[in-house]
């Protein structure tokens, strides 16, 4: 079949519609169908999992049944235990974010904003940042022994590069035309930051928080799996002593839900915050 | 009639290069002037001299008040609303009135709360031109606002800023490369070459045959049948 094909009436007909339109009913599934399989595939993978469980084939020592791991975060739940190690996780994530998170912005600011600022941290920061930071692991143990501090520090560092990187960016890629823009409408200085310069360098902020945020969490699994008294990382370390797998799998599931989790309320604020972007906002044109 | 702006001996140099070399010009309140020259010629240079973007080497600038700038793209915040985008640096005080109101003028009075990525080329810098008539300008300057639309688009526009000028009386400073334009707009129109005014015609609302071939050749057009070089003339009264 030629590219562009002559129609009986007589004109050219767009190449694509002719293609496509008597393939379609035959080669393309409907997209229905397609999100049935799409949650069918997983959904198998769990009943081969279970089905090689309680045949005897994988020792519930290697690796727990569905059920069972289901069954323990029951059990796990209902004495609260669970709830209390999953709270104090998550004060550690959102401490050493907040904490990461704010420095990364704020540093950020400054270098984006002032060349002396540039000059005077990005060399170094980069510098830093070129080290994998749980390389620090170690280090941080002896600086503050296996507590809070070590963990909410480990995560803060994870955070604050990400955050600060795409701050610098999203400052420096602001439209140069709207600055100028900013000055013929005689806008202050503050009000140039808050009503172009910030707006404008949000989609990339909102990138490096997203980023941060998977980060965050690496650094906490890591960091908690090395000594805690409490956590998720406690919980899974402790089991390990007695072999507890399916103890060790609810808290890898449960790291990752909340992974996703974190990911969803970023998506939710990029939906949000940029709901006048053509990429992100709904409707429109 | 009281001046809109006053340039005397005004000099702008781009490191060696003089792209300004003694400009001499005076807008009157209510005055649409008509800026023609060819790429190159320093008609932006002196838009931008203006408008305060650019500091100026020599002479000087006097205007009441600020001037309000349109430029050739809309350069509407994408973040804001179009009555946000319209109250830009304006006092916070009755901003969404005084907005909505000017947004009524260009006919954009129902979307108040609608993102920029919704409109048209033509909307936007329908809206653009709302937001430089809500500061109330002395003096307006337009640089090439219409070079970015389609021609239906562009007739309509021009038709639309000859009637909020005529409502509105600032001095207006246009800057063109279209001769039909400058002729259909302006109560005067200059053509700057070397960096200074080098023809100036007061048009008065009176026919000017020959007008056009006048301004083609000063703007080193050659001569030819009427219409081969440019569009033919549009006629704003029919619209």
Redesign the interface.
């Known amino acids: 079949m030629s590219v562009a094909e002559i129609h009986p009436t007589g004109g050219f007909a767009p190449a694509s519609a002719p293609l496509a339109k008597p393939r379609a009913p035959r080669r393309a599934p409907s997209g229905s169908w397609l999100f049935a399989l799409s949650w069918a595939a997983p959904l198998i993978l769990l009943v081969v999992w279970e089905t090689l469980c309680r045949s005897g084939y994988v020792a519930p020592q290697i690796l727990p049944a569905p059920s069972k791991v289901a069954a323990t975060a029951v059990r796990l739940a209902s004495t609260g235990g669970l709830f209390n190690d999953l709270a104090v996780s998550l004060a550690r994530a959102a401490t050493g974010f907040a904490i990461g998170g704010l420095l990364g912005f704020t540093l950020g600011v400054a270098v984006g904003f002032s060349r002396v600022a540039e000059a005077a941290i990005d060399r170094s920061v980069q510098m830093v940042r070129a080290v994998p930071f749980l390389a620090a692991l170690p280090l941080t143990i002896i600086w503050f022994g296996v507590g809070e501090g070590q963990k909410i520090f480990l995560v803060s560092l994870g955070v604050l590069f990400p955050i600060y990187v795409n701050t610098v960016l999203g400052i420096r890629q602001v439209d140069p ?2 600055l ?8 202050s200085h503050w ?1 140039t930051i808050r ?2 310069v910030l ?2 360098a ?1 989609p990339s902020i909102l990138t490096g928080l997203r980023y941060a945020l998977a980060v965050a969490w690496l650094a906490l699994v890591v960091a908690e799996t090395v000594g805690a008294q409490a956590g998720l990382g406690f919980l899974a370390m402790d089991a390990r002593e007695f072999l507890r797998t399916d103890v060790i799998v609810l808290t890898i599931v449960i790291y990752a839900l909340i992974g996703a989790g974190s990911d969803w309320i970023a998506r939710l604020l990029e939906r949000r915050l ?5 990429n992100f ?1 709904g409707g ?2 | 009639m009281s001046a809109a702006v006053i340039v005397r001996r005004l000099v702008r140099r781009y490191g060696e290069r003089t792209v300004i070399d003694g400009l001499d010009l005076v807008i009157d309140r209510g005055e649409f002037v008509a800026l023609l020259g060819e790429s190159g010629c320093g008609k932006t240079t002196l838009l931008r001299a203006l ?3 650019d500091p100026i080497d020599g002479g000087s600038i006097q205007a009441p008040g ?1 001037p ?2 349109v ?1 050739q ?1 809309h ?1 509407l ?4 609303s179009l009555w946000r985008n319209v109250s ?2 304006q006092p916070a005080e009755n901003a969404r009135q005084r907005a909505a109101a000017a947004l009524a003028e260009v006919g954009l009075g129902q979307r108040l709360d609608d ?4 409109l048209s080329g033509g909307q936007a810098q329908r809206v653009a031109l709302a ?1 430089a008539l809500v ?1 109330q300008p002395e003096l307006l300057l337009l640089d090439e606002p219409f070079a970015a639309l389609d021609a239906l688009t562009r007739l309509k526009m021009q038709a639309l800023v000859k009637e909020l000028v005529a409502r509105h009386r600032p001095g207006v400073l246009l800057v063109t490369h279209d001769v039909d334009e400058a002729i259909g707009l302006a109560d005067r129109i200059l053509v700057m070459r070397g960096g200074a005014i080098a023809f100036e015609r007061r048009l008065d609302g009176e026919p000017h045959p020959g007008l056009r071939e006048e301004l083609l050749a000063q703007l080193g057009v050659a001569p030819g049948p009427r219409g081969a070089a440019h569009r033919p003339a549009p006629s704003l009264n029919t619209l």
């Open positions: 035309k709207l100028e823009l900013g000055r013929v409408q005689g806008l009000t009503r172009i707006p404008g949000l940029l709901r006048w972007h053509p906002g429109g044109r | 408008s305060g973007l600020k309000a700038v430029f793209e350069r915040l994408p973040w804001d830009l640096g993102w920029p990525r919704n937001r500061q």
